[in-house]
């Protein structure tokens, strides 16, 4: 009966254990460079992270040196930010990047404000 209960609590453990290790918030904190695959090519960004827990702030600075300022979380390892912006034809326009972090790099996809969906990846620099 002693190895039956010890060989549960074992068990009850090492599950807890691999649950909590996949619910660790990836650390996204710092500089990273992000390629959007538009229609035109591929477009750098400079992305800084500032990670609070599950919360970011972002700021994306494009290839222009335009700046933009956003929001987002990041929950495990998928992340979400959206930032706000003029389209080519002055409205202003919601980008959702969404996708999914490994280590030191990340992808995914974006929604260009309903118009389009792109893919994305960036490497922390």
Same mark, same amino acid.
């Given at each position: 009966m002693r190895k039956a209960s010890f060989a549960l609590l074992l068990?009850?453990?090492?599950?807890?254990?691999?649950?909590?290790?996949?619910?660790?918030?990836?650390?996204?904190?710092? *500089?990273? #460079?992000?390629?959007?695959?538009?229609?035109? @090519? /591929?477009?750098?960004?400079?992305?800084?992270?500032?990670? *609070?827990? #599950?919360?970011?702030?972002?700021?994306?600075? @494009? /290839?222009?040196?335009?700046?933009f300022k956003g929001e987002g979380t990041i929950k495990g390892s998928e992340i979400q930010w959206s930032i706000t912006r003029k389209s080519p034809q002055g409205d202003q326009i919601t980008i959702i990047y969404k996708g999914k972090v490994e280590g030191g790099t990340m992808s995914g996809q974006a929604d260009m404000g309903g118009v389009a969906t792109v893919d994305w990846a960036a490497k922390k620099k």
């Open positions: 068990g009850i453990v090492l599950c807890s254990s691999a649950l909590l290790s996949q619910a660790k918030t990836a650390d996204v904190n710092g *500089d990273w #460079e992000l390629t959007v695959q538009s229609q035109r @090519g /591929p477009i750098v960004w400079s992305v800084n992270f500032a990670q *609070d827990g #599950e919360k970011l702030a972002v700021a994306m600075v @494009g /290839p222009k040196g335009n700046e």
